[in-house]
C-alpha cells in the first residue's frame, strides 16, 4: 500500500534513519552532559560521544578528527568558510572566485564580503552546468585568496572537476573551497585525493538530525585558519564558540557512519530507479533534462517539460514531493536562478521538476510517480492554447501578444 504523499525531495532534506535515531537517544535523558564539563563523568561521557562522532565523520571523507569542526549546518560552514577566508587572509589578498549557481549561503555570503570591500568574481557555467576550467584560471589575480565551488549542485545535481579545480588552485597557491552539501555520503569524497582545503556539508542531507553540520579545515600542506565567526568560549579549536549539539553530533556521526559502509550499494540503486524515472518521463512530448548527465549525482534529475505552467504542474502533482527550486528559495516565485544560470529562459525554469530520491525510495513509489508527472503535464497541456500553437508548427517567440 502507497502511502501519499510520496516523498521525492531529498535533496531539500531526507527522513532520519531509525538507525541515527537510536545512537542519539541516550543523549537527551542519561547522557545529557556538556562536553566542554571537564570535571565529573556527565561532561566526559558527552565529550567521549563528540570525539566518536568526529572520528566517524572524519573517516567518510578521509580527514583526521582535528579538521571537523562542527557546526549547525552547512549554511553556517558555508559563512565561516569564506567570511572567516576573508578576515584571515586580508593581508594577503581580498578577492575570491566562486559560481553564480552555487546556493545561497555561498552567494551571499559573498554578497556580505562585497560590502565589506572585497571583490567576488561569479563565473557563469556552461549549458550542462559545468565550469569552463579556462575561465577558471583567468579570473584569478594576486589578490585571490579562495576559489569556492560547489561539489554537487542541489538543483541539477551536476558534479564539478573538483580535482582539476583545486589543481589549479594549487599552483597558484590559493585556497580551495567546496560546498559539498550534496555529494558527502552519496558519493566518495576524499580531502586527501582531491586536495580540497575546506568543506561544508551536514547531517539532515544523509538520513542524520537537522541542525548540525560541519567545516572541514585542513591542518597541514597548508595549515587552514579561519576567523571565528561565533564567539565566546573558544570551543571547537577557537572556530566555533558554542555549547556542542551532543545529541545532533552523534547523530551525524552515525549517519557518516552508514553512509560509509552503504554508500556504494546505495547510489547503484538509485542510480538504477533514477534513470527508470527519467527514461520514461523523457517519454513525454518536448521533455529536458536540466545539467550534465554524464558527470551528475547518482540520485538526482531535473527535467522541464515545455509549455507547461509550472505553478499549474506543481498543483497538478500535488501528492509528490518534488521541488521547482531549491528548498532555500522556493517560498518565492521566481524560476530558479540556477536554471536561468543554465540559459534556460523563465518558462521553461519555471515548468522544471527537481526529483531527488533517496534511501527509502521504493519502485512502487517511481511507477506513481511517472504516471502522475506525465498525466498531469498532459492534462495541462490539453488545457492550453500555447500548447496548441506550438503543436500547429507557431514559433512563439515570434508572437506578438496584444494587451488589452
Known amino acids: 500500500m502507497l502511502n501519499v504523499p510520496i516523498y521525492l525531495d531529498n535533496n531539500a532534506t531526507t527522513p532520519m534513519d531509525p538507525r541515527v535515531l537510536e545512537a542519539m537517544l541516550p543523549y537527551f535523558n542519561d547522557k545529557f552532559g556538556n562536553a566542554a564539563s571537564r570535571n ?6 558527552a565529550e567521549e560521544a563528540v570525539d566518536y562522532a568526529r572520528e566517524q565523520v572524519a573517516k567518510l571523507i578521509n580527514a583526521s578528527p582535528k579538521e571537523i569542526i562542527f557546526t549547525s549546518g552547512a549554511t553556517e ?14 593581508r594577503k589578498g581580498n578577492h575570491i572566485i ?7 549561503a555561498v552567494l551571499d555570503s559573498c554578497k556580505h564580503i562585497e560590502k565589506l570591500g572585497g571583490k567576488v568574481t561569479y563565473l557563469e557555467p556552461a549549458v550542462d552546468g559545468l565550469i569552463n576550467l579556462e575561465d577558471l584560471e583567468k579570473a584569478i589575480t594576486p589578490e585571490t585568496i579562495v576559489i569556492s565551488v560547489m561539489y554537487g549542485n542541489n538543483e541539477i545535481g551536476v558534479l564539478q572537476p573538483i580535482e582539476e579545480i583545486s589543481a589549479i588552485a594549487r599552483k597558484h597557491g590559493i585556497l580551495f573551497h567546496s560546498d559539498a552539501t550534496q555529494a558527502v555520503g552519496k558519493v566518495p569524497v576524499d580531502v586527501q585525493a582531491q586536495n580540497i582545503d575546506l568543506m561544508s556539508f551536514t547531517a539532515h542531507k544523509m538520513y542524520g538530525p ?8 585542513r591542518r597541514k600542506n597548508p595549515r587552514v585558519k579561519v576567523t571565528a565567526q561565533v564567539d565566546g568560549g573558544g570551543h571547537e579549536r577557537g572556530m566555533r564558540s558554542g555549547t556542542l549539539n551532543v545529541p545532533g553530533i552523534v547523530g551525524f556521526g552515525k549517519a557518516c557512519e552508514l553512509c560509509m559502509n552503504e554508500m556504494e550499494e546505495e547510489a547503484k540503486k538509485l542510480s538504477k530507479m533514477r534513470d527508470r524515472l527519467e527514461a520514461e518521463l523523457l517519454k513525454v512530448e518536448e521533455s529536458y533534462v536540466n545539467g550534465s548527465v554524464e558527470h551528475r549525482l547518482p540520485h538526482v534529475t531535473n527535467i522541464s517539460f515545455k509549455h507547461v505552467e509550472g505553478e499549474g504542474l506543481m498543483m497538478g502533482i500535488k501528492d509528490l514531493a518534488v521541488s521547482s527550486g531549491s528548498a532555500c ?11 536561468k544560470n543554465l540559459g534556460l529562459d523563465d518558462d521553461l525554469a519555471h515548468s522544471s521538476l527537481r526529483f531527488g530520491l533517496g534511501r527509502f525510495t521504493t519502485d512502487e513509489e517511481i511507477d506513481y510517480a511517472i504516471d502522475h508527472v506525465s498525466k498531469a503535464v498532459n492534462k495541462l497541456r490539453d488545457m492550453s492554447p500555447l500548447w496548441e500553437m506550438f503543436k500547429e508548427g507557431i514559433d512563439l517567440k ?5 494587451e488589452h
Request: charged share 15%; proline share 2%.
Open 40 to 45: 565529573h563523568a556527565f561532561g566526559w561521557n
Open 77 to 90: 560552514s558555508n559563512n565561516l568558510a569564506l567570511k572567516g577566508i576573508f578576515e584571515m587572509y586580508a
Open 98 to 104: 566562486t559560481v553564480n549557481t552555487e546556493h545561497k
Open 210 to 217: 537537522k541542525g548540525v553540520g560541519a567545516l572541514y579545515v
Open 329 to 339: 528559495t522556493s517560498a518565492s516565485l521566481e524560476p530558479s536562478y540556477v536554471l
Open 398 to 402: 515570434t508572437v506578438e501578444w496584444q
